[in-house]
């Protein structure tokens, strides 16, 4: 095994303190002897959810030897009370150590410029490799072996239990539920995510008529305890009277009969989507990623797949899926459907001739719409409502172009034509009026509201974090607040004027490499906020370093950089190696300052050298 560069870990602090120990704070001096692993995450970013369940198999397998450690570092407000990551911690069934780092201290220490990041650490106390984004658990599966032989031979693996203590459980009758339903009959189905299950309400919103799912992981077809989800959230009536579920983490779209208790598939391998894969053909045969939520609109389901920033379209009568909207891009563009960006599309609510969509990473409500071209899928066009970016965030009323939300994750339509924000991370249910333009806040007070329905005069939300349905009276009048605004609070790199060499650096997993047979197998896409702050080096390309240019006279922004590599295992005698896609987005604030830096490195996977 080639050396590895010997860098001593930093200690980890947090002032939010320790989650899943049982009340004891940890220390690298407590973890000497085992592989640690660092996850730092924060829960509104799909990325890392998708982590934690790469990390889930790994966990199991070495956990006498393996302690993942997750470092909660947050982008939004909300993300820093302490309370809302306790609830995201059990939300997400992470069943390892958490440290709460509400402001940064141990990220900046280790370095770390994207969520989601993993940083291994050796027996030793020494950091040996780091990864940014998704696809890196083949990796890390060969490294901690490697570390394993390695360090059992020095005598310095030390074996056994690892620090992680569970909480203990509280009954309810939902657990962090996310969408819910409004059947013919009048009950609610309600998507119960954290126990993986359906749920039918009785008309009171609080009765439970019954459980659809065995209450336990998996992608199982069938009645009754039969069924198995993985936190499901979207629902949405389909015209023959049955239900379609975004089965999230499945990734798949599932179908649930309320007249026999019948759940099948109708979409997805159980597989999640990446670059390079089908964006459309027969919808068992293609690959889904987190789809959040669904809603029936221009005569085909819609589907917000909030894990490659895109609307996906369901085809019943065809049997297929297709990609509709989104360029896989993470960002606030509107245009074309096909030209559109989207960050983490979450919810999802046709009225008439605009389907709207609640784009929680850019804190924003969008819609599509027809382009007016005579009605085929290509003459759609994506319009925002409310909402700047991915980096402005808060709590103001008012005019959109000026008004603020925080994450929301669900739309509802109202019958005179506005329509009803689940604005997640303000607690809050907003509106938004087309015909004035004009945002309000109809409700405070609400804990997590995940999406919410009309019944009768009402509007009935779902209060994820308070485990509940909540009914409330639309109000003639909007409740109004004090106006708060934010910007995501991360350090600006500083930059030198001129030239900006930038470096993702990737090192292929031992055994294996990055295999051009058939092409290029990277890809770095490169842009700015605001554009006028390159000159050059902006666009699409297969090499991952290059050099940027920065015009003269703008003095801070932010680079977006997308890269994306694939190995393979590097067996000359196997004609069909098997192959790993690791990709990561990075949204990196920069400052240009005389004597700032000249190269930006960007680890995707490895160490820079």
Known sequence: MAPRARVRAPELIGRGGWLNTGGNALTLADLRGRVVI???????????LHVLDELRELEEKHRDTVVIIGVHSPKFVHEAEHQAVVDAVERYEVHHPVLDDPELATWKSYAVRAWPTLVVIDPEGYVVAQHAGEGHAHALETLVGQLEAEHAAKGTLRRGDGPYVPPEPVPTELRFPGKAL??????????????HQLVELAADGESVVRRIGAGERGLTDGTGELARFSEPQGLALLPDGTVAVADTVNHALRRYDPATGEVTTLAGTGRQWWQGSPAEGPAREVDLSSPWDVAWFADRLWIAM??????????PAAGTVRAAAGTTNEGLVDGPAEEAWFAQPSGLAAAGDRLWVADSETSAVRYVERAGDGGTDDGFAVRTAVGTGLFDFGHRD?????????????????????VAISDTYNHALRRYDPATGEVTTLATDLREPSGAVLADDDIVVVESARHRLTRLRLPEEAVRVEAVAHRTQRAATDIAPGTLRLDVVFQAPGGQKLDTRYGPSTRLLVSSTPPELLAGGDGAGTDLSRELVLAQGVTE?????????ASCDDDPA????????HQQDWGVPVRVAEGGATRLPLVLAGMDA
């Open 38 to 48: 660092l996850d730092f995450w924060t829960f509104c970013c799909v990325n890392c």
């Open 182 to 195: 409004l059947l013919p009959g009048g009950t609610f189905l309600v998507s119960d995510t954290t126990r």
């Open 306 to 315: 909030a894990g490659v920033h895109q609307l996906w379209t369901y085809d």
């Open 398 to 418: 008012g005019a959109a172009g000026q008004a603020l939300l925080q994450h929301p994750l669900g739309v509802t339509a109202l019958p005179d034509g506005s």
């Open 557 to 565: 922004g932010v680079l977006h950089v997308s890269a994306m590599a």
């Open 574 to 581: 196997n004609a069909y190696p098997a192959c790993h896609v």
